[in-house]
């Protein structure tokens, strides 16, 4: 009698926890749906410049760590975000939650991998966070997936618009030293590479 309980506990409480994820679930899809027309019409308002680029590098003593999550290769491998590296490093994370937002990220990691392709301590990261089943089956061609609830990540990088491309200069404590959002324009892909070159000279 004793054990039937427990079993019938088990099974109550595994109900319950189907239900609280699936209220989850619905509650995520029901806010990408409300947020994708808002995040429409800031595009078109902005040119998906959520926030401008930075004009330098952030210092390091008030400069905001990248949030730690771990990402995934398409091989299933995993990658922990952020890279952290004992020696000096300039990693571009660039952050797309949609197809379209390839163009505007290619403006700013295209200059930097032209200039740092070959430097062994640059590194160019793409990431795409994938917030729904239906987005799974999106032909991304980055390396570099999060699948799921992406909210936490989203609040700490300030990335409040779906539709555009997001990118981050991290250095080798993983903290973000310079940022932008949408496409570069004039000389902000140079203010890139000089942070870059910056971060890759420290001692």
Not at 113 to 139: D, H, I, K, Q, Y
Request: charged share 25%; net charge negative.
């Amino acid at each position: 009698m004793h054990l039937q309980s427990e079993l019938r506990g088990l099974q109550i409480f595994d109900i319950f926890n189907k239900e609280k994820a699936a209220e989850r679930r619905k509650a995520l899809q029901d806010e990408m749906r409300r947020g994708y027309f808002d995040d429409f019409t800031d595009l078109k308002e902005t040119g998906g410049r959520m926030f401008p680029a930075a004009e330098g590098l952030a210092p390091a003593a008030t400069a905001p760590t990248f949030p730690a999550f771990t990402a995934l290769r398409p091989d299933g491998s995993e990658e922990a975000m952020p890279p952290v590296t004992d020696a000096a490093a300039a990693v571009l994370v660039s952050v797309a939650f949609r197809a379209g937002a390839e163009d505007m990220l290619s403006s700013w990691s295209g200059p930097f991998s032209s200039a740092f392709g070959s430097r062994p301590n640059a590194r160019w990261l793409e990431l795409s966070f994938v917030e729904s089943t239906v987005m799974c089956l999106w032909p991304f061609r980055e390396p570099l997936f999060h699948f799921g609830d992406a909210t936490t990540q989203r609040q700490a990088l300030d990335m409040t618009n779906r539709l555009t491309g997001y990118a981050y200069l991290l250095d080798s404590r993983g903290c973000v030293r310079w940022r932008a959002s949408g496409k570069a324009r004039g000389a902000e892909a140079g203010v890139l590479l000089q942070a870059a070159e910056q971060l890759l000279n420290q001692a």
